[in-house]
């Protein structure tokens, strides 16, 4: 059974930082990419970063030079450092991953006072 589990959601202020982690049980190889997805009530879903299984990564403009995602192998975990936070990045973040088939987490609350 393959879960994806979030968590280091929370209330920051304008300027702060949080870390995103999604740890992965159920599946140790096979994963193509890690990525996560932010998502606003009545907005689509968007890709905020991705990395791959050489590392390379993606990201989002509207995070660039603040976002990085990372990959803790040993413990099957992908992370996402978050500085210099916005009002705006205030939204319920998605861990996800593909091997064979698409997986998502339950999603975690980032929420960024002004």
């Known amino acids: 059974q393959v879960q994806l589990v979030e968590s280091g959601g929370g209330l920051v202020q304008t300027g702060g930082s949080l870390r995103l982690s999604c740890a992965i049980s159920?599946?140790?190889?096979?994963?193509?990419?890690m990525s996560w997805f932010r998502q606003s009530l009545g907005n689509e879903r968007e890709l905020v970063a991705s990395?791959?299984?050489?590392?390379?990564?993606h990201y989002a403009d509207s995070v660039k030079g603040r976002f990085i995602i990372s990959r803790d192998y040993a413990k099957n975990t992908v992370l996402l450092q978050m500085d210099s936070l916005k009002p705006e990045d205030t939204r319920v973040y998605y861990c996800?991953?593909?091997?064979?088939?698409?997986?998502w987490g339950q999603g975690t609350q980032v929420t960024v006072s002004s």
């Open positions: 996800n991953v593909v091997d064979k088939r698409e997986w």
């Open positions: 159920g599946m140790t190889s096979g994963i193509k990419i």
């Open positions: 990395i791959t299984n050489d590392d390379s990564t």
